[in-house]
C-alpha cells in the first residue's frame, strides 16, 4: 500500500488541529466527566487497555520470527514479523521520547487541568532552570507526568498501520478494532483526548517510517 507525500502531510495537519483543537476546547470537559464516573467506566477502561499493551506485540513479533527464520523457513513471514518487532520498538521509543520532552501530568493526577504540560509552566524561570523543574518533576514521578502522548495508542496505531500496509482489504475491520482499544484509555481517565490523537500520530508515521526503509524487502518477498 502506497502513501503519497501529499496524504501523509496532510494527514499530519489534521491530527495536529485535532491535537490543538482538543486541548484547548474538549480535553478538561471529557476528562472531568470520565473523574466523577470513574465507577462506572474505570473497569471497562482497564480490561481494554490491557490489549493495547506494547508486551503483546513484541511477543508475537519474537515468536514469529524465531519461528519463520530458524522452524518453518518463510522469508515472506520472517520479514513481515521483524518488521512488526521494528515498528514496536521504534514506536516505543519515539513515545517515550515525546513524553518526557512534554511532560504532561495525567488527567487522575491534576484533577482534570487541560494545561497539564510541564513544558508550558514556569515561564519566570531561566530555560535551565525550567529544564531542571522538569526532570526532576518527571523522575519523582515518571507515571503521572508522562500522559502525552499515549503509549497504548502509539502501540494501536502502529500495528493499525502494519495491519493496513499488510492486508488492506480489511481495513475498516482493523480501524474498528484500534478506535475500541484506544477507547480505553479515555474510559480508565489515563489521558487526555489530545494524548490519544498524539498516540495515533506517533504511531501511524512510526510505521511509515519503518515501511519506507523495509519497503522493498517486504515487497520482494510477498
Not at 74 to 84: D, Q
Not at 103 to 126: E, H, T, V, Y
Not at 207 to 220: A, D, H, P, Q, V
Request: proline letters at 2%; a positive charge; one cysteine or more.
Amino acid at each position: 500500500m502506497i502513501f503519497s507525500k501529499k496524504q501523509v502531510i496532510l494527514y499530519i495537519l489534521s491530527l495536529v488541529t485535532l491535537i490543538v483543537t482538543s486541548y484547548f476546547f474538549i480535553d478538561e470537559t471529557i476528562a472531568k466527566y470520565f473523574l466523577a464516573n470513574m465507577k462506572t467506566y474505570k473497569a471497562l477502561g482497564d480490561f481494554i487497555s490491557i490489549f493495547g499493551e506494547s508486551h503483546w506485540y513484541f511477543a508475537t513479533a519474537i515468536i514469529g520470527f524465531i519461528i519463520f527464520k530458524f522452524v518453518k523457513k518463510n522469508k515472506l513471514f520472517e520479514e513481515r514479523f521483524l518488521f512488526l518487532l521494528y515498528i514496536n520498538l521504534f514506536s516505543g521509543v519515539m513515545s517515550l521520547v515525546i513524553k518526557n520532552i512534554f511532560g504532561r501530568i495525567r488527567p487522575w493526577g491534576n484533577d482534570g487541568d487541560a494545561s497539564g504540560f510541564l513544558l508550558f509552566k514556569n515561564f519566570d524561570m531561566s530555560f535551565f532552570e525550567k529544564m531542571k523543574y522538569q526532570f526532576i518533576t518527571i523522575l519523582d514521578a515518571p507515571t503521572t507526568c508522562t500522559s502525552f502522548p499515549s503509549g497504548h495508542t502509539t502501540t494501536v496505531f502502529a500495528v493499525f498501520t502494519y495491519l493496513v500496509i499488510l492486508f488492506p482489504k480489511y481495513f475498516y475491520l482493523w480501524l474498528s478494532m484500534a478506535i475500541v482499544l484506544v477507547f480505553g484509555r479515555i474510559l480508565d481517565n489515563g489521558h487526555f483526548l489530545s494524548d490519544i490523537f498524539a498516540g495515533v500520530l506517533v504511531g501511524t508515521l512510526s510505521t511509515l517510517f519503518i515501511y519506507s526503509k523495509m519497503r522493498e524487502k517486504i515487497e520482494k518477498n510477498s
